[in-house]
Each structure stands twice: as C-alpha cells, then as structure tokens.
C-alpha cells in the first residue's frame, strides 16, 4: 500500500493513548507481576473494538464518498472546516499543559486491577469507546485507508495491521515485565507517569497540526490567503 509508511507513523502515535498503553502498564505497575491471560483478553478486545470501528469507518467513507465529495466543495463545507480546524489548532495550542510528574510519584498506583476475564473485557470496551473519538490519528487512517484502490480484503488486512502495530509498544514492555520481573518492573513504574504524561502531550500536538492543516486548507479554498 502506497501509505503504508503514513499509517505506520499514525498507528504509532495511536499506540501512545490510554487504552492502548498506559492502562496495560498501570495494570502490571499495580498488580507487581504481568498476568499473561487477563492481559491478553485486554489487549484483544482493544484491538477488536478499534477494527470493528475501522471497518465501519471506511465503510461509512465509502457510503458517502460521493456525495461527500461534492458537499466538501461547497463554500458553506469550508466554512465549517475552518471553524472546525481553528477550534482543534486552538485546544492544542492554548490547551492547558499537563502537569509534570513529580519524581518517584506513582499517579497509575491507585487505579483498580480487575482480573477477570469480564472484567478485563469491559475494562478494553470502556477505555476503547471512551477515548474513541480523540483518537484523530485511526480518524485520519480509516479515511486514507478509504481513498485507497484497495479491495475491502486488503482493507481490513491493513486495519488488522494498524492495530497490531498500535498495541506493538505496549506488547515489548509487557515482554520486558514478564522475562525480566522484579528486575524491570521499578523502571516500568518509574516510567510510567512519564508515558501518561507524554501521551497527553502527543494529544495536544495531534489536534494543533490537524487544526492547522485543516483550517489552513479552507482559508485557501476560501480566498482568505490573497
């Protein structure tokens, strides 16, 4: 696929959210130990509720591609994208910073530690759904992967990837934890309000180079450029 590297580098940035990182490290961080099943029913059901989304995204891109096409092109379409893209560059710009962690604290210490395989299948629904429509990085793959010439078999091999790819760091730490044990798991948990805190960081700086692009776009299309 022509955009392979493009979505490696979004699948990437996905792969620094809350469902697909910080919360399988908190889990481990609080539990002293990684639990290999629970873990595993998590991380599956993260990846089959983001696939479930992908497809009916591009599904949805397809349905209306056309007409979407043409309703893009009009004026009252470019206004709406600018308002839009000024809004996201001014929540990444003005948004407030998020807060350092101190050093030696521990912010994932006191979150719960389900260990049922329900309880791990609602935890990966929750945290999934929940943060769904912030994840402007899978928007804007599940729109690439839409314009593409691609069959919807090579389609949904390339959603299955992306996921993969979205919980690859995750998975190396989770290794890392589970081989080295006691070894590891103070680093993990020194690290790990440091990851929290640059996923928030990352959050910011995807909705301010979206909000830019957007808005810079409609400001052209409008004239309002020179």
């Given at each position: 696929m022509e955009h392979a590297t493009t979505l490696a580098g979004l699948a990437l940035l996905d792969s620094t959210s809350l469902g697909t990182l910080i919360i399988p490290i908190a889990l481990v961080v609080r539990s002293r130990r990684v639990d290999r099943g629970p873990m595993t029913i998590y991380l599956?059901?993260?990846c089959l509720v983001y696939l479930g989304l992908g497809i009916a995204l591009v599904a949805?891109?397809?349905?209306i591609g056309s007409t979407a096409a043409r309703l893009a092109r009009t004026e009252t379409a470019q206004w709406a994208t600018l308002v839009i893209g000024v809004v996201?560059?001014?929540?990444?710009?003005?948004?407030p910073d998020p807060a350092k962690p101190e050093p030696g604290t521990d912010s994932l210490g006191s979150r719960p530690t389900p260990a049922s395989a329900g309880?791990?299948?609602?935890?990966g629904l929750g945290a999934s759904l929940a943060e769904a429509a912030t994840m402007v990085p899978y928007i804007a793959a599940t729109g690439i992967i839409a314009s593409s010439p691609e069959a919807w078999p090579g389609r949904i091999v390339t959603l299955i990837l992306y996921c993969l790819?979205?919980?690859a760091p995750a998975l190396v730490l989770?290794?890392?934890?589970?081989t080295l044990g006691q070894r590891f798991l103070p680093k993990l948990a020194r690290i790990a309000p440091r990851l929290e805190y640059e996923a928030k960081v990352?959050?910011?700086?995807?909705?301010?180079?979206l909000?830019?692009?957007?808005?810079?776009r409609s400001a052209g299309a409008l004239g309002l450029l020179g």
């Open positions: 599956t059901t993260v949805g891109f397809d349905l996201l560059a001014g929540f990444g710009i003005l948004g309880a791990m299948v609602v935890l790819v979205m919980i989770l290794v890392l934890a589970d990352t959050l910011l700086w995807v909705a301010a180079i909000g830019l692009h957007l808005a810079g």
